[in-house]
C-alpha cells in the first residue's frame, strides 16, 4: 500500500515563511522522483519543483529563489520550504511520487494573505 502523509500548511501573511513535509511509505523512497504540485482556485494544476533520486532540483519560475524542495532518504520524507511567500502561491499543494505510476499525498492547504 503506498501512502503519501502530508503536514504542514496553513495561514500566513505575505513575507512569511511555511514548510511542508510529506512522508512516504509502501514505495521505494530512494529511488523515487518527488515532486510537488499546487492548485489554486479556478486554475489548473502546477509543477511547483521536484528533486530526482540522484538529488537534482528544478523549480517553477514562479518560486524560484524562494522555495527549495529537500529529501530525507533516511525519514522517507520530502519537503518544501517556503520562503517571502506572495498571495499567488495560495493554494492546495499536493505531495507527487513517480516510479512507475504516480502517487499524489492528500493535499495541503496554503493561504498567505496580502
Known amino acids: 500500500q503506498v501512502q503519501l502523509v502530508q503536514s504542514g500548511g496553513g495561514l500566513v501573511q505575505a513575507g512569511g515563511s511555511l514548510r511542508l513535509s510529506c512522508a512516504a511509505s509502501?514505495?521505494?523512497?530512494?529511488?523515487?522522483?518527488m515532486g510537488w504540485y499546487r492548485q489554486a482556485p479556478g486554475k489548473p494544476r502546477e509543477l511547483v519543483a521536484f528533486?530526482?533520486?540522484?538529488?537534482?532540483?528544478n523549480y517553477a519560475d514562479s518560486v524560484k529563489g524562494r522555495f527549495t524542495i529537500s529529501r530525507d532518504n533516511a525519514k522517507n520524507t520530502v519537503y518544501l520550504q517556503m520562503n517571502s511567500l506572495k498571495p499567488e502561491d495560495t493554494a492546495v499543494y499536493y505531495c507527487?511520487?513517480?516510479?512507475?505510476?504516480?502517487?499524489w499525498g492528500q493535499g495541503t492547504q496554503v493561504t498567505v494573505s496580502s
Open positions: 507527487n511520487c513517480n516510479i512507475t505510476s504516480n502517487y
Open positions: 509502501g514505495i521505494s523512497f530512494s529511488f523515487a522522483s
Open positions: 528533486i530526482t533520486a540522484g538529488g537534482r532540483t
